[in-house]
């Protein structure tokens, strides 16, 4: 039997110490991992040894079935290149695909406000619909509550969805060596400046839209010409590229270092950074992941991805190395350097 | 131009440096005060540091307006907040400044209205916006940032906004240099001047640091190359034996600043008699304050406030960091109690406090660098 | 805070005499150009922006003067070390020894 007995989960300590859940919490950096990992993690979740990763593999019967689960709380609902409900279908999509499976059912669950209109709510079902269509995932079922005017912004939507495995394919954080290559699928930053510009509280405008989208066929795009040399791989949702890869650090012990040059962004996503005296690699992302490969299959890899249909801006962006171990280093063109930490606090709050 | 790319570029940073390698007299130890919050940062984020020699002590100054503020000043903006249809404004910097009863954002989580702007008119918009709240903006910085929220108060003014307040936080960088000079424990060879400060003061409030006191200010940009040019144009003078005042940051520091901005807050500040500064005590005529005639827009004058003085937790070494007494690595309590995600002091959240920038450039990397070595060893 | 980046005006508010945009990499901002008043910048004008207004104008004569300066940089010691070359400045030695050098 998975997971703990009751009387072992109601003995376990917790490392959780905060007094109360604030934004932070939810934000995907430091205080959202303490809390998984000081809270629910002891309570909840089997004592595998394994890093939390993006989807769980479950054994029924012999056959390993990936399971994720993703919620969404956007303000506002629609926003240049998508809304809530394609979030919602690429989202759990994507963690499938970066834990090496292809997503095969969802299910939703909607929370709604009294008081939504129903032509938003409909346009999100539609929404949710194409992108469904387009990521080759059906839609099997799903529940819905409604709850008081001035609750749930509008709408919040939960997607769970389960896939098979890639053969050849494993994702595991313990497998990453020094001389491992990083690639990037496309530029940052798009989704979370998209966002806050959304919002219209800042006077700020730009040409950006959302990067939402359905990464598995870039996924199986480098699978079909790399898989051995995958040995990791993640999206970089809340919390950004930095967060990410500090995760990753801690989880394999290794270093990681990145080139600032490398990395790909559009003008305005730094123009607006720079702005608001943002970090670009602490901005959420919805259409991009990382993968970790081993250097003699980087360039196989690599040339798949740009190859690809809206691969074409994947780029290898650094290497892992023995050390600065744990940590995360950015070089930049001159020489100097500068260590990039997980995103603490919460600058941008209900982005994805 | 873009004005950035250009300031960046290596092979002109690789000439500055290699001149100030030239510059530099090895049997001198130079100690060099970076006033700027911003300039400290820009040190340690472009890695400037390693292109200098070694004889070169950069030496980080109180120029952070969030750091030196006293924590009770916090508690006492926060106590306004407490009312019901209050909106405290505030910048991104001050929302993880530790309060005694926990910093805005805590606050926020308990109930409080605390909103994150990016300018005193994004306060005064919210203000508009929200005709039965009382948006009350928590207004901090130096000269740079005063005329813009005296601006904003004129605004409000002329349109008669009365549901807006500002609790005025400002201060002014020329007597917190001199609180710096006249320390005993401080002995400095020049100063790279404010840079943002400057294009509001001008450069004529710095020429007493030269004639006075000897010692060769050069008001800088915040590009690498706008430091190591200031860094050979200080080097140059003190080859030479000069003190002067020199401007590197032309193209946007006007030598005699900003009339329109200083005439923007003379109308709507004075200074205050003494104003407690967090780390170098009581200074007199150290900070704004809002006019009379500007009485209805000042939180001070609106709202009870209880005047709160609090110092800081006795281990915590804010104020010796802030007088560049200590390095952020010597206080005691540094990367243990005190760290950017539990702050003691504000110096460690601010995205200019020297410990922040010290923490998040230089000692990850170096911590990272003595995990890597014993755990290979 | 001293946060403070250069951006271009692009348009001129023609109904707010006090507010301009501006634009930086792409991104477009209002801002109030109020304390600029006493000598307003025109649209293709860079100002420099810190929270939300514009503090000064940024001078590209200025800015090239500087760059100019900066790919001097080195040449007055280069023109030096060669008129010493030829043994005609007899004063020598006022530099000491080389420090060790960055990577």
Known sequence: MNGKSAVESARAATRFRDPQIEMAHGA?????????????????????GEALGDAARVRIDGTAIAVTTDSFVVRPLRFP??????????????????????????????????GLPTSVLEAEVRAMAGAAERAGVVMVGGDTK?????????????????????PQVTVDAKSVRAGDKILLSGPIGDHGITILLARGELDLEANLASDTRCILSLVQAVASEAAPGIRWMRDPTRGGVATTLNELARDCGLGIVLSEEEIPMRDEVRGACELLGLDPLHIANEGQFLAVVAPEYADAALNALNQAEGGEDACIIGEVRSEPACAVLVTTRYGGSRIVDMLVGDPLPRIC | MRYVDEFRDPELITKASEEIYRLADPDRHYRIMEVCGGHTHAIYRFGLKDVLPSNIELIHGPGCPVCVLPMGRIDDGLAVAKNSNVVFAAFGD??????????????????????????????????????????MFFAIGFETTAPSTALTLMRAKAEGIKNFSVFCNHVTIIPAIRAILDSPDMRLDAFIGPGHVST????RPYEWIARNEGKPVVTSGFEPLDLLQSLVMLLRQLRAGEARVENQYKRVVPWEGNRAALKAMAEVFQLRPYFEWRGLGFISQSALKIRDEYAEWDAEQRFPIPGTRVTDPKAAQCGEVLKGVLKPAQCKLFGNECTPEHPI??????????????????????AAMVTSISSVA | MCLAIPGKIVELDRNAAHLG??????????VDLGLLQEDMPVAGDWVLIHVGFAMTKISEQDALEQMNLLQMLGEAEQAMQEVRGYGIDESGGEHGQEHSRPN
Do not use: W
């Not at chain 1, 409604?146 to 890639?166: H, L, P, S």
């Not at chain 2, 509001?200 to 450069?203: R, S």
């Open chain 1, 28 to 48: 995907g950096g430091k205080a959202s991992r303490r809390l998984v990992e000081g809270l629910f993690a002891p309570l909840l979740y089997q004592s595998t």
């Open chain 1, 81 to 114: 290149g998508g809304s809530i409900g394609e979030l919602a279908v690429n989202g759990t999509m994507n963690d499938l695909a970066v834990s090496g499976a292809e997503g095969h059912a969802l299910v939703a669950t909607f929370v709604l406000e009294e």
């Open chain 1, 146 to 166: 409604v709850v008081e005017r001035g609750k749930a912004d509008g709408m919040y939507i939960t997607t769970t969805g389960i896939g098979r495995f890639m």
């Open chain 2, 94 to 135: 001050m929302m993880r400044v530790p309060g005694t009863h926990g910093s805005p954002f805590e606050h926020k989580a308990r109930g409080t209205d605390v909103r994150i702007v990016y300018s005193p008119a994004d306060a005064l918009q919210i203000a508009r916006k929200n005709p039965e709240k009382h948006v």
């Open chain 2, 200 to 203: 509001v003061i001008g450069c």
């Open chain 2, 345 to 366: 002091g504000a110096l460690m959240v601010s995205s200019e406090g020297s410990c922040a920038a010290y923490y998040n450039y230089e000692h990850r990397k170096a």
């Open chain 3, 21 to 30: 945009t501006v634009e930086v990499a792409g991104v477009r901002r209002k």
